[in-house]
């Protein structure tokens, strides 16, 4: 797909290194309520023709009873245009979007294409990305949402249990109710970069470039938990400390990225294992453009050694990314934080 007013490469590159320049996550308040406003565009209408025909005479010769005029039968209106809910050249958007029974919460600034679509931490509600949309929204239109059930926000919860194929279907359905068309760039941090990597294998025409910052790998989580088995958990605090949080984090349960009392933890009701295997089963993404930067990393475990092999599996399971595209790029950050 083309791209208006600037080349693509171009708008990759200034997404990566904005979410560069904003890695160290920040507490932010949730977004402004939904606006009440009535949708920028209204439906077109169609006039519908009323007069029929004039009424045919006989000749006068002949004695009979006038013809009464036949009415043409009445033109079938066109049906309604639908209303768009964010305009071509609305500038800004907060507010619930209905994907059929419940909502998802939606922001965007700025206008233009190629879209970018941003998704992040696991337990986050997005609000993280509003420190790049002064300088996205220059240049394009940038958009987020919170996902069902992370900390505080205000898209409508759900009680079962989900997976990055059931985010997948949410993104469509809200990229689809907001008339936000393609194409669209995607732009992930964390747990984010699985769900738009499986929308990419899913959509791949509507995309034209993927950008990570911190992906979580495929994989990493299980091989996480295989460091610190069941059994050594159960004879060192430490250990078990390390072992139960990151079980919890396999169901989607801990603490926001930016948090640290411990009243806040959340629970995103998703299953990240499975999570995981969906994005593990992509073969390829063929030539759309994936560029990753990886940050220097931190990982907190019960002792140096398993840091250090957490730090190894992570560099080796995000090799997956590498291997979707002929056209994959990756650079190391200067920045440090800690993964997930």
Avoid: H
């Avoid at 290194?17 to 308040?29: E, G, H």
């Avoid at 965007?108 to 337990?123: A, H, Q, R, S």
């Avoid at 907001?178 to 984010?192: R, W």
Wanted: proline share 11%; net charge neutral; glycine share 6%.
């Amino acid at each position: 797909m083309k791209t208006q007013c600037r080349p693509l490469s171009v708008l990759l590159a200034a997404t990566l290194a904005l979410m560069s320049a904003c890695a160290v996550p920040v507490t932010l308040p949730p977004p402004a309520a939904a606006p009440t406003s009535p949708p920028v565009v209204e439906a077109l209408r169609t006039l519908v023709p009323t007069a029929g025909p004039q009424p045919t005479l006989v000749p006068a010769v002949v004695p009979a009873t006038p013809i009464p005029p036949t009415a043409a039968p009445a033109a079938t209106p066109k049906p309604a245009e639908p209303q768009l809910l964010i305009a071509p050249d609305q500038m800004k958007f907060e507010g619930k979007v209905d994907i059929g029974g419940r909502s998802l919460y939606l922001t965007c600034y700025g206008k233009g294409e190629p879209t970018v679509i941003m998704d992040g931490w696991l337990l986050n509600n997005g609000a993280e990305f509003l420190t790049l949309m002064p300088a996205l929204m220059k240049t394009t239109r940038a958009c987020f949402y919170a996902r069902p059930n992370t900390f505080a926000g205000q898209s409508d919860p759900v009680k079962e249990m989900r997976t990055s194929k059931d985010l997948v279907a949410d993104l469509r359905a809200l990229l689809d109710k907001a008339g936000l068309k393609p194409p669209y760039v995607l732009a992930g941090t964390g747990f984010g970069a699985l769900n738009l990597t499986l929308f990419a294998s899913r959509y791949p025409k509507d995309v034209v470039g993927l950008v990570f910052f911190g992906p979580q790998a495929p994989g990493t989580t299980k091989a996480f938990l295989d460091l610190v088995p069941a059994a050594a958990a159960a004879v060192s605090i430490p250990a078990q400390k390390f072992r139960d949080s990151w079980e919890k984090f396999s169901r989607g349960i801990g603490l926001p990225v930016g948090q640290s009392d411990a009243d806040l933890t959340v629970d995103s009701m998703l299953d990240v294992l499975a999570s995981d295997q969906q994005v593990l089963d992509i073969k390829t993404l063929g030539d759309i453009p994936i560029y990753v930067l990886r940050p220097q990393l931190s990982f907190s475990a019960p002792d140096p050694a398993i840091s250090r092999q957490m730090e190894q599996i992570y560099i080796e399971r995000s090799s997956f990314f590498a291997s979707l595209s002929s056209r994959y790029e990756s650079r190391e950050g200067r920045l440090k934080f800690l993964i997930f």
